[in-house]
């Protein structure tokens, strides 16, 4: 696709489900990004793909998050047992390659009730 | 210390003002820099990398300073549609991936 697609756009889930993410990168990007930004807070790194490397899961907040990359394509992150902290807007990113600038999708809004 | 950091502001300035925005970082072999631009509820678009030599974009220059470990915006003849927050990216330390600063928020004033 022309740019980084991410779905749902807004979700609304009740405290205690799961939830998953969808990220569908620029073709050809290598380097693939989450982050997870509250409201009127910065960008919080989540993890990191980067080509075929183990993914650099160094900024998942519990155990309750997790994310897969099927080859340089999709990703998905992962929510267990929603908390309402979890509330925020999760935002992928993808590059080229490790130097490259990277590209962000519009975000899915996260709200636990 | 945070992995890269910048003052919050907000920076309140009048239209055609000179501003100036700095942001250090703690990797210091952190080799791509960039400052993205955030509008209110909207994603992080790139507005420019940050080489080493510096480099200029319009109204826009960055600058790199690897001594002292902070990279700088400047913009020129602020305009009211430059009002946003600004975020600046470094490389974190390991895997390198990339670290946004919590970003700097501008308005411009008429």
């Known amino acids: 696709g022309a740019g980084v697609s991410q779905s749902p756009s807004n979700k609304v889930t009740e405290k205690g489900k799961d939830v998953e993410l969808r990220c569908d990168p620029i073709s050809g990007h290598t380097a693939l990004y989450w982050y997870r930004q509250r409201l009127g807070q910065g960008l919080e790194f989540l993890i990191y793909f980067q080509g075929n490397s183990a993914p650099d899961k160094s900024g998942l907040p519990s155990d309750r998050f997790s994310a897969e990359r099927t080859g340089e394509s999709v990703s998905t992150l992962t929510i267990q047992r929603t908390q309402q902290e979890d509330s925020a807007v999760y935002l992928c990113a993808s590059s080229f390659d490790r130097r490259t600038e990277a590209f962000f999708g519009q975000g899915t809004r996260l709200t636990v009730v | 210390r945070k992995e890269v950091e910048q003052d919050p502001g907000p920076f309140n300035v009048p239209e055609g003002a000179t501003v100036a925005f700095n942001c250090t970082y703690s990797n210091s072999a952190s080799q791509s820099f960039f400052w993205y631009r955030q509008d209110c509820r909207k994603e992080p678009k790139l507005l420019m990398s940050?080489?080493?030599s510096g480099n200029e974009d319009g109204r826009f220059t960055a600058q790199l300073n690897r001594a002292s470990q902070y990279i700088s915006l400047l913009i020129r003849d602020s305009k009211l549609s430059d009002s946003a927050t600004y975020l600046c990216?470094?490389?974190?330390?390991?895997?390198?991936?990339?670290?946004f600063g919590t970003g700097t928020r501008l308005k411009v004033l008429a």
């Open positions: 940050v080489y080493s």
């Open positions: 990216v470094a490389e974190g330390p390991g895997t390198y991936k990339y670290i």
